[in-house]
């Protein structure tokens, strides 16, 4: 309802802003059907199935999930509990770095101030550390759990590989942390681990040299070790996560049992 001189009430102005956003190329190809935002389809298992498979969030989700995959068990959600227990080190881990400087003058004294002087500092890095420990306990219990099932075995001998690839990395980022408060315990680390690596045929002296930033250990080698383990680790990591959860997918969802 217009007013007597013919302009527009504020309703009307909202009515007709919203009714041509709605209408916009942009807001069509976001909220369109099949979208995590709109269903737009009728309810039928035919359509459910659609709107998953047209969703990038949903399709980490099957379509339909077998009755074994949601038992209650001892090896219930394994794999899931290690990739909570990664994006909790992920989120614990960016609080750290504001307080930690990757030198060896410094790296000790700044882990001592997190844990004395800053709030919840003791806190987030034994949440970080423990974590930790746990992230390569249930992924050692995850990959025993489907060597155990059987489900290494066609058509998932792929997801096999990169399920080791995993807790290969897994253990790299756990040993690459480990040596970060670069205390008497991270050199004697540093130490075995760049000389176990220099007996690596062929390119062993190459590989200990640019681990080492040198031919012993010196300031560069802390920063070298440092990188790896915020950078580019995780960055690995996370490209063979979503590969190894497409391929769970894929291969028909979680592998039951024997």
Sequence with gaps: MERPNGKKTPA??????????QGSQAWNSIFRPGSVFRKGYTDSPRNRSYVIMNSVLY??????VKRHAVKVSYTLCLGGLSFFLFILLTITGIFLMFFYRPTAAQA????YTLQTSV??????RNMHRWAAHLMVLSVFLHMARVFYHGAYK???EFNWVIGVILLTLTLLLSFTGYLLP??????WAVTVGTNMMGYTPVFG???RFVLLGGKEIGTDTLLRWYVLHVLFVPFVTVIFLAIHFWRVRKDGGISGPL
Excluded: Y
């Design 12 to 21: 009307q102005r909202v009515s007709e802003v919203v009714d041509k956003t």
């Design 59 to 64: 399709h980490l989700h099957p379509v339909k």
């Design 108 to 111: 000790w004294n700044d882990i």
């Design 119 to 124: 709030a919840f500092g003791l806190l987030v």
């Design 154 to 156: 066609p058509p998932r």
């Design 182 to 187: 670069w205390d008497q315990l991270a050199l």
């Design 205 to 207: 002296d190459q590989v």
